[in-house]
């Protein structure tokens, strides 16, 4: 366990103690009450545990204390129904009693959570998207920041060698190829002298000459530097049936692919299978390239024409710059010899660097020399630092890997959602800062912004990890570029922006990525590229390896929010309709001095499993709405129970009650005597008629009003008969035929509500059940009352929302000068969609005011302007 890979696995398998630490002096010495302190902790932490409101994501832990909550609400007022009662205990006056705590219990709830979850996942599958964690479905909707890999996520992953710069020779160029794998399509040129010199004059060069591989052996400079594109190499590149093939990492088929159009493939110099006897180059030994060394050496040698010895041994070695030209101490001329590299040398190196990747070229570094040590019976012995020593600088390669077509609206889209993209890559800083700009994760001209911001948005590893977290922390914004990235880079530009109070998601592949991701907020792994030890750390997988199917999980996890606040919203409210209804319904006591029951018990568990259990599952499938992503992410603090929410709980469940009681009092002592019969609670008589007739309205009309609220839940704020943004052709009639088309959008939903309607019938209708099961009787003109308190329940609803509706409008005129509904910045240009202004995050809480100050900036993909 004391390997790099031993300490990633004990990191990912640490599990905290459940048992708290005594708090001890400075000496190890504690006092008795700080025992007893511990104890206590333990203990709570042991019942919070099993009550469920301190583990578990953060949706369950309100859950669970909702549960709680309600559980004490049902206690409250089965005990109110007792004391109402002068705490009789007839067996009509319990059952009341239970009937109203059970009134209170979203026994629904739970079930439609969970088939909506895995609904969600099922969703999330066909749109590339695999969910390993159910936590991680409501923590996508509340993403402020995505940390992502460049290559083969925002980038296609299929590299081409545009450039080649061989020392003491000139620099090759590859002209525009749409086959990356087939080494005869695109033309190459050929300049003198580095890649920089514009004036240089470039020379096509015959494809015949290429293939016959005499281009490289004219040149010894030239054969040296192909050497090491070949064999410090592992990719194989193959035509079969003539179709070209290649298999490897794209970094190496891309080199593969270039040495190939010189024909100096790596199965021509090493055999048709590797290190066979068929082969004039043998592999010796091979250091292979990881995240930390961020290069590749490979030892060979070749056979003599007896193939009892080796020729020369050669040490073939590529890699970042920084990590292979510091072990350099030669440069190789035109005649392929070392002479020893002056500064001149090195700047006119880092000067084809700059120049190659200011073009969005990743670029590795090619270095070599003669191994004259004596021979080894056994070179599994040698150590990589015996190799990589006393290099020949050979030249540099220049690797475009185009960005992916939809990377560039993808990140725009984020910007749109107020999410914040960063790109940690392992390349150089001029091609991460090129693909950057391409891709719009950072805006054309820098030299705009504020310089303290403008340096702050594209740093190296090595300056990032430099800085202290305090150091991090004042930053005024953290970088939204990081090159040569390194894994300890990542956690730390995690724990930066969990400082900042930001909700981090993470991409990764390799085995050193696994504590980031398991750091993040929300881990990605990569499906294609990705190790199984990084998917296992992950919460979320793409199975196509796309920046753009991270923005689909984002959309698909705010769905999910809305459509969790729908039904809890739906479920609760009816809840509160039921009780209110019930407590009130106190008042209304017989001949014998008990209370009549306004709804029977198991009317009440038909409207809470049967009626509204389908539309809350239809709620939870409901397609998100259009300005999802134009809105910022939710806070997870105060997830789906917000403000308006409860507010509209409250409203909904009262007015809802308030119309259940009037059609029960206007059915009793309107349209009836006042007669409340005797022992009505328990069976049907004609004196009880009066009351079943009532009971019966009350029903349906209870019934109906938590079937039209799941339509009316569609959308918070936009009216029942116009869910949808009005379009160019727009008219005031649509308003009378419009709900019809928006309520079948949703099928599921649609039929759910159908079936309830014809499910009250067989409750109303079929002797024994109506009268000895559910305590009512059928009506008949009553169907009038139902009609008229269904127009009045939309009223009240329509009436709330409007006035949801210029509220909201004002208040976001107020902030932002300018008039919209869903509370976000109205965007005239996109069709009256809703564009929220993308902040990244403000710098941590410091210092003794605790002042948290807005210093970062602003980013679309045209602009940058600090806060």
Known sequence: MQTEIGQIAAALKKKGSKVRPVKRKEDGTAGFHRYVQAWALTGGDFVGHFLGINTGTPLQRKLSKLAILLFFIACVCALIVEAANSFSSKNEVVIYGVATGLSMIPASLIVVLTITMAVGTKRMSKRNVIVRKLDSLEALGAVTNI???KTGTLTQGRMVAKAAWIAGRGTFTVGTTREPFDPTMGEVTFQDGPPYDRNAEKTALDPSKLQSGSVVTEHPSTERYMNIASMANVAHVTQNEGQWQA????????????????NWNRQRLVGGNDDSETGEWQCLAEFPFDSDSKRMSVLYGKHSASREKFVSRWVYTKGALERVLPMCINIQDDNGGAQPITDADKIMINDSVDFLANQGLRVLCLASYEWTEPELADYSKVERKQVEQNLTFCGLIGLYD???????????????????????????????TAIAKQVGIIPERLEHLAADVSSAMVMTAMEFDKLSDEEVDNLPVLPRVIARCTPHTKVRMIEALHRRGRFAAMTGDGVNDSPSLVRAD??????????????????????????ASILNAVEEGRRLFDNIKRFILHVLSENIAQACT??????????????????????????IMATSGMPDMGLGMEVAVPDIMDRPPHDLKTGVFDTELIVDMVVYGV?????????????????????????????????????????????????????????????????????HPRGENYNWYYVFYQWWEDSRRNPFLFWAVIAGFVTIFPTLYIPVINHAVFKHTGISWEWGIVVVESILFFTGCESWKWAKRVFFRRRQAKISGVASLEGGNFDANSGGSINTSNTLESRPMSGKSKDTRATDAVVSTTSVSPQ
């Open 147 to 149: 940390c992502s890999d």
């Open 247 to 262: 298999r490897g990492d794209p970094t190496e088929i891309a080199i593969q692919v270039f040495a190939s159009r010189f």
């Open 402 to 432: 185009p960005p992916r077509p939809e990377s560039a609206p993808a990140v725009a889209a984020c910007s749109r959602a107020s999410v914040a993209v960063h790109m940690l890559t392992g390349d150089h800083p001029g091609t991460a």
């Open 522 to 547: 929300v881990g990605i792994a990569m499906g294609q590229s990705g190790s199984d030890v990084a998917k296992d750390a992950s919460d979320i997988i793409l199975t196509d390896d796309n920046f």
């Open 582 to 607: 019930l407590l009130v319904g106190l008042a209304f006591k017989d001949a014998a001095g008990n209370s009549v029951f306004p709804l029977a018990p198991v009317q009440i568990l038909w409207v």
């Open 655 to 723: 007015w809802m009650s308030i119309l259940c009681i009037s059609s029960f009092v206007l059915m009793v002592w309107g349209f009836g005597d006042g007669n409340l019969g005797s022992n009505c609670n328990n069976s049907y008589s004609e004196d009880c008629d009066l009351v079943f007739r009532a009971r019966a309205t009350t029903f349906v009309c209870l019934t109906w009003f938590a079937l039209f609220l799941a339509w009316e839940m569609v959308n918070f704020r936009r009216s029942f008969f116009r869910q």
